[in-house]
């Protein structure tokens, strides 16, 4: 390449307009956003969050429209249009998810990691910039589909739909916008703690998918202590229109929530700064 | 300035560095030497704050390197395993790096023409060769011009150019007064640019001195001697420290005289020489044979089976 023999090329004599600032939480949360729009990953994956939370609130909506003369009476009765139009969330948890582990595991398998944190070596600051970062991004994008999947869906429900001044249906709105956005951050920090894809995604998926079903196996004593407290579940009944009497109240499943993303951001905290990168 | 002291570090039962006390001075280009395994990458990794120290400490302008407020500006490295998110491309890897330090674009694109990467800026880093992958790590390491570069086998897989543009690169950053820091396994890449060198084998140091010290250590004083008459020549050659060796028929090795000794007492003995010539061990062999005392050191050593077995 002809530019090599350009020389040594020292880099002080060419540098009169360098300047180096101290890193800053601002700075860190600058560069990760930088990081994360410049992965094609990423677009893809969030928008693949948006069609699964539009898509799937419109074909319920039509759906239950079209087929409302086959649905039994207690069906009809217990029929919910905010949940029906919302919970195309189940889906797109998953995406949510994958991505938040991947914005993580992605640099420990290519071995970014190192220049990230030969960048920024308190790390720590890593951690919190990544969380805020993607909490901010996946709220703002679910918002927007949990209101288009909403409002579309209450058009082809047609007579069966409400509106937005409906009661709960705000609250089951920012609620599950809210609940993608913990899911998030929590698999941003489950990313940290176990530091490989395929394991990251796997314990997610149990924790989300499977744990739920297999717990309906346990004797139903054990299943009202334990059933309502994992993070779906609380996510659920934290923004569903409908729920069980029995079940936690909104704020309790709120707070439910907010221990797991707590939790698994301080484990992601302590095994960060004491192991090796 | 690097300074280490006491360092160490193991893994389980193994010692990858075992009490490290060195320091690596400004202005001049210091080989960090050892065969693969000896601990120079894990040594960089302690000095970068990547791994923890087991034991001892070791810091960068004074303060252990995860203390200082703009840490590209102190110490810019070129680890040996890649550290580049395939998927991205080296402009954006550039600018994510150049944004925790609020560095300018400008001056990404500056280290890009700097290490020639230009026309693949823009492209996936996962598609780069060995060579380019290497120039996009320099470009990282150089973006905040930083007072002290450490690199490990900065000149694996280049070719032969671009091997000749690291070593102008790191005596042009030298010269001006940087510290570098540079491993390699190879003790010929090391006689070509480094002043000052640190040997280390299985995690231990084992030599720090001046290069040039290194290389009158290595041309140890054999002396060949071809003669008709080798046999009663040898005869002639006895002392303490003097030791005689015949190879062929008629030539000898002699250790303890220098060749102008020999000749002198061949003209008394009226022996002729045909040939007298002083015989330099080259730097391999006397790196080879430095390293391969610290291995059987370790095999004789009751864990030794056991730290054999783990590495």
């Known amino acids: ?277 | 300035m690097i300074e280490a002291k006491n360092l160490t570090k193991k893994y389980g039962d193994k010692v990858a560095v075992n009490d490290l006390t060195f320091t690596v001075q400004p202005g001049i280009i210091t080989g960090f030497l050892g065969p693969n395994g000896a601990g120079k990458s894990t040594t960089m990794r302690m000095i970068l704050g990547l791994d923890a120290p087991t034991g001892g400490t070791v810091t960068v302008g004074g303060k252990p390197y995860r203390r200082h407020a703009k840490p590209l500006q102190v110490v810019g490295a070129l680890l040996e395993a890649r550290a580049v998110h395939t998927s991205r491309s080296a402009y954006n890897h550039l600018l994510a790096l150049a944004a925790t330090h609020g560095i300018a674009k400008s001056r990404v694109a500056e280290v890009i023409e700097m290490v020639g990467l230009q026309d693949v800026a823009r492209k996936r880093a996962g598609g780069f060769s060995l060579g380019m992958g290497q120039r996009l790590g320099i470009a990282s390491a150089l973006l905040a011009d930083p007072e002290t570069l450490i690199l490990d086998e900065p000149v694996n897989g280049l070719d032969p150019e671009g091997v000749r543009w690291i070593r102008d690169l790191l005596k042009g950053l030298a010269a001006d007064g940087h510290t570098v820091f540079v491993s390699s396994h190879l003790m010929s890449e090391m006689a070509l640019t480094a002043e000052h060198v640190i040997v280390v084998g299985r995690g231990r140091l084992m030599a720090d001195m001046p290069m040039s010290e290194l290389i009158a250590q290595a041309s140890s004083s054999v002396v060949v001697v071809r003669s008709p008459q080798a046999a009663a020549l040898a005869d002639a050659f006895v002392g303490a420290d003097i030791t005689v060796s015949r190879p062929e028929h008629d030539t000898l090795e002699v250790t303890g005289l220098t060749s102008a000794q020999i000749g002198d007492q061949a003209r008394d003995l009226n022996i002729s020489v045909h040939g007298l010539a002083a015989k330099k061990a080259s730097l391999e062999e006397a790196f080879m044979d430095m390293t391969r005392d610290e291995v059987e050191y370790h095999a004789h050593t009751p864990t030794g089976h056991h730290i054999r077995s783990a590495s």
Do not use: C
């Open chain 1, 1 to 277: 390449m002809s530019t090599l023999t350009a020389g040594p090329a020292s880099t002080s004599e060419d540098s009169d307009f360098l300047t180096v600032e101290p890193v800053t939480p601002a700075r860190v949360l600058r560069s990760e956003w930088i990081k994360m729009r410049s992965l094609r990953s990423t677009a893809l994956t969030l928008l693949a969050g948006i069609v699964s939370m539009v898509a799937l609130g419109w074909i319920f909506g039509w759906a239950n429209n079209a087929n409302w003369s086959e649905l039994r009476p207690d069906e009809q009765a217990l029929f919910s249009p905010i949940d029906a139009t919302l919970a195309g969330y189940r889906l797109a948890q998953l995406a949510i998810g994958v991505l938040g582990v991947l914005l993580v595991t992605g640099e420990y398998a290519t071995g970014m990691i190192r220049a990230t944190f030969g960048a920024v070596p308190r790390r720590l600051p890593v951690l919190w910039a990544k969380a805020t970062l993607y909490t901010g991004v996946t709220f703002a994008l679910m918002l927007g589909a949990a209101v288009a999947a909403f409002v579309g869906g209450q058009q082809l429900l047609g007579t069966h739909g409400t509106t937005l001044s409906a009661d709960g249906a705000v609250r089951a709105i920012v609620g599950v916008a809210g609940y993608l956005a913990l899911i998030g951050v929590f698999s941003v920090a489950l990313g940290f703690i176990i530091r490989s894809t395929a394991g990251s995604v796997a314990t997610l998926f149990g924790l989300l998918l499977v744990l739920p079903t297999l717990g309906l196996l346990l004797p139903s004593s054990w299943q009202d202590n334990l059933l309502p407290y994992l993070p779906s579940n609380a996510g659920a009944t934290m923004f569903n229109a409908h729920t069980a009497t029995d079940a936690l109240s909104a704020t309790t499943s709120l707070l439910v929530l907010l221990g797991w993303v707590g939790a698994a951001l301080a484990a992601a905290a302590v095994l960060l700064r004491r192991r090796d990168a």
